[in-house]
């Protein structure tokens, strides 16, 4: 299963196939005449995949594989992946429970005590799969093409109503194109879904999200499919001045970074009619709207300084600090886990007061640092709170005896360079076959992980639970 270790560096099928063409180039002359065809396609290389990664956890297990031999080919897995995707869930990840001296170290305290100290570092990574557009809800779609669910009838009535926030009249035809719009018969709600497909033909809007995906597309970029449906950017408004009538789009530069976000116009599409200055920022106001799909919001792991990836989650709509405590809490309380003494976080200023305000138990007696690079860079340093609370320094457990930080705390940013790239290949996935996939990944990438640390002296162990 060699060639499915290769997507560890986001080959994609399609690449998959491709490679395998030139591998077996030299022995076509002898199979010309054969009936059958030599070229995988895509689907049959992710066939294969998901086979083999089923067979290899079955095996795992000591059980046997049971797919159904009545469905349609795209559909006979479905089940055994999700039974899988369930598993993970209720059990984590094989190596939840790992250890190690690169994740786990035994301290000598200043009054003579020892403390066993792990840390574990957490990020968000835009990745992302469609997902219905109302907030909250984790209906799949029936369609990878719908915008919203079919589930909750008032989440699919949304389709003939108009895009736009606030607004619920039904959408206009056009008698142009023969198709209905997505906005209603509003001349100021028809010129913003204008002003977003000018957007996405201008290529502003998927630049911004290639940005934030920290993509490398050089393996993957022969299988993207040109034709795609569009996503909607999450975090995108309109600027409406009732005086003048003037409507522009606006994208906000999404970054990883606590604080504010910059705001840059969308287009420099004539049909946007943005001025060069902002006179008149304080007259307008805003209007937001679903034109397209709208896309799960990222992945968040959980990552130990020696890299290994103790769980993942997904987002929906925000990377809120209270759903990310809420996700560190349940893959911490699985039965193999062990709650580490500290959990690093680019925003755990904020995770912190959620925690005092609502008084989480869970957190009790836990360090809640920001890590080294975002404290330094990009904290502010009359923020009491947080220079108080979630300095590295102020934790001798973290530091060496040459005063510098123990522990990688810059890891999560590492391993999300290296996450995003799956983008790609992840963007029209099932929500089954997305998470199936990424936690295949996951899961050999944890096995290469602690390989190395094996060979470099680490003594990877998952160590006894005490009762």
Not at 196 to 206: F, H
Not at 264 to 289: G, M, N, R, V, Y
Not at 367 to 373: E, L, P, S
Request: neutral net charge; proline residues 5%; contains cysteine.
């Amino acid at each position: 299963m060699q060639w499915m270790d290769l997507m560890q560096i986001a080959v994609s099928a399609t690449n998959c196939a491709r490679l395998y063409d030139l591998a077996q180039v030299r022995h076509t002359r002898y199979v010309q005449e054969w009936q059958f065809k030599t070229s995988p396609t895509t689907e049959e290389v992710w066939d294969s995949f998901v086979l083999l990664a089923l067979l290899d956890d079955h095996q795992c297990h000591g059980s046997h594989l049971r797919i159904p031999h009545n469905n349609d080919q795209k559909d006979r897995y479905t089940l055994a992946m999700r039974a899988r995707n369930e598993y993970i869930i209720t059990h984590g990840q094989d190596e939840l429970p790992h250890a190690c001296c690169g994740c786990m170290r035994v301290f000598r305290m200043p009054d003579g005590t020892s403390r066993c100290t792990e840390v574990v570092v957490t990020d968000g990574v835009t990745v992302g799969r469609p997902c219905c557009a109302v907030p909250h809800c984790k209906n799949p779609l029936e369609s990878q093409r719908h915008r919203f669910c079919s589930a909750d009838p008032s989440h699919k009535q949304r389709e003939t109503m108009c895009a736009v926030e606030g607004c619920d009249r039904p959408v206009v035809h056009d008698s142009h194109t023969g198709k209905y719009r997505k906005a209603c018969a509003d001349p100021i709600h028809l010129k913003m879904e204008d002003m977003k497909a000018a957007s996405t033909r201008s290529g502003k809007s998927k630049t911004q999200r290639m940005k934030t995906a920290k993509l490398n597309n050089a393996l993957t970029s022969a299988g993207v499919d040109e034709d795609m449906l569009p996503i909607q950017d999450l975090d995108e408004w309109y600027n409406h001045n009732p005086s003048t009538g003037n409507v522009r789009l606006v994208q906000a530069t999404s970054t990883s970074l606590t604080g504010v976000t910059d705001c840059l116009p969308a287009s420099s599409d004539p049909i946007s009619q943005i001025p060069d200055t902002c006179q008149d920022k304080e007259e307008s106001f805003k209007l937001k709207a679903m034109f397209f799909r709208q896309r799960t919001n990222n992945e968040q792991l959980f990552i130990r300084p020696c890299g290994v990836i103790s769980g993942c989650g997904t987002m929906y709509h925000h990377e809120a600090v209270s759903n990310v405590l809420i996700l560190f809490e349940k893959t911490f309380s699985l039965p193999r886990a062990r709650k580490p003494q500290h959990l690093i976080y680019d925003s755990n200023c904020n995770a912190l007061r959620e925690v005092e305000s609502r008084k989480l138990k869970f957190f009790d007696g836990m360090g809640m640092c920001v890590d080294a690079f975002h404290h330094k860079t990009k904290h502010k340093a009359s923020d009491t709170f947080c220079q108080q609370h979630c300095d590295m320094k102020a934790f001798p457990e973290l530091l060496d005896k040459q005063g510098e930080y123990y522990f990688n705390s810059s890891i999560a940013e590492q391993t999300n360079v290296w996450f995003g790239g799956f983008h790609n290949m992840c963007r029209e996935m099932t929500p089954v076959k997305y998470d199936f996939f990424l936690d295949e990944m996951i899961l050999r990438r944890n096995r290469v992980t602690v390989f190395n640390l094996q060979q470099n002296g680490k003594n990877p162990h998952h160590p006894r639970l005490s009762v």
